[in-house]
């Protein structure tokens, strides 16, 4: 059996912390710096992003998810007609959008909808929208637990080709780097839920020619080199998905571990779902059962 030094993350880390994040509306910059927020009305990509993605999402909570009520199903399902159909915005629950209230209350003030309020107020407002209905009758479950589930285990092939490869034993952090770069593509939130893993992309640390072709700007090099000077310092890493994505981001803190030795590394996640495939808390000890429970049965040294 191949000794896998990932298991580091589940065994040695006292240099390992956990952060849970709230998703708030502030920015640093004046309103007079910022170009104009997108909106729907914007049409294109953030009009369907509102009126027909949403929707899906809400489609997939039901069809992932049927153990909920009729009545919570047929909620979910207003509640992305109602976006479809562009209606006023109402303003959340305190339980579930406290954070929220300043950063709405413009628009609900003037009877602003769906499609002509800030995209990114809206696609916070639908999620927090969904735990509104689910969080009661679930107990706060996370709505995409199946979901982060089938992605993960449709990630099984990639990471398989990651360790056959050396991820989990390079003495180089750049190939760890581009492998967590990539393995964004399993971002489930731009399929409207739907798996989307690539592993003949991440699982290839970067090495591709063709995919070092697609970078915009490649600074992966100057990021090597930030991290390995964090030695006895604190390294911060901000985790987005879970699957594909989380499984190269652990990769790639496994090695800033070995090869760095920072005083600690902190992985800051998201407090509640949302975004489909966002980490949040929970996720983090799933993943690493998951990694357990398969390395040993599927690979061979």
């Known amino acids: 059996m191949r000794s896998c030094n990932f298991f580091l993350l589940m065994a040695c880390s006292s240099a390992l912390r956990l952060h849970s994040t709230k998703m708030l509306a502030t920015c640093s910059l004046r309103p007079a710096d910022l170009p104009a927020p997108l909106k729907a009305t914007d049409g294109g990509f953030t009009l369907d992003s509102v009126q027909r993605r949403l929707p899906l999402i809400a489609d997939a909570i039901i069809e992932n998810n049927p153990g909920y009520s009729d009545d919570l199903k047929q909620s979910l399902r207003d509640l992305g007609a109602e976006i479809a159909a562009d209606v006023p915005l109402r303003a959340l629950k305190p339980e579930v959008g406290s954070e929220w209230e300043a950063a709405m209350s413009p628009y609900l003030e003037v009877g602003a909808s769906w499609f002509n309020t800030p995209w990114f107020l809206i696609e916070n407002m639908f999620y927090k929208r969904v735990l509104e209905l689910t969080d009661p009758q679930t107990g ?162």
């Not at 798996?195 to 990021?223: C, F, M, R, T, W």
């Open 140 to 301: 706060g479950a996370d709505p995409f637990a199946k979901q982060k589930a089938d992605s993960l285990a449709g990630a099984f092939e990639a990471f398989e080709h990651m360790l056959t490869v050396g991820l989990s034993e390079t003495s180089e952090l750049e190939p760890l780097v581009l492998s967590s770069l990539w393995g964004n593509l399993a971002d489930l939130s731009l399929s409207a839920g739907a798996k989307l893993v690539a592993p003949q992309v991440a699982s290839a640390g970067g090495g591709e020619k063709q995919q070092s072709e697609k970078l915009l700007l490649d600074d992966s090099a100057k990021i090597c080199d930030a991290l390995l000077a964090t030695r006895g310092r604190n390294v911060i890493v901000v985790l987005d998905n879970c699957g594909l994505e989380l499984l190269t981001d652990l990769l790639l803190v496994d090695g800033i571990l070995r090869l760095a030795a920072p005083a600690t590394v902190s992985l800051h996640v998201k407090d509640r779902p949302v975004f489909v495939s966002d980490v949040i808390p929970a996720d983090i000890p799933l993943t690493l059962e998951w990694v357990e429970e398969y390395l040993p049965l599927h690979v061979e040294g």
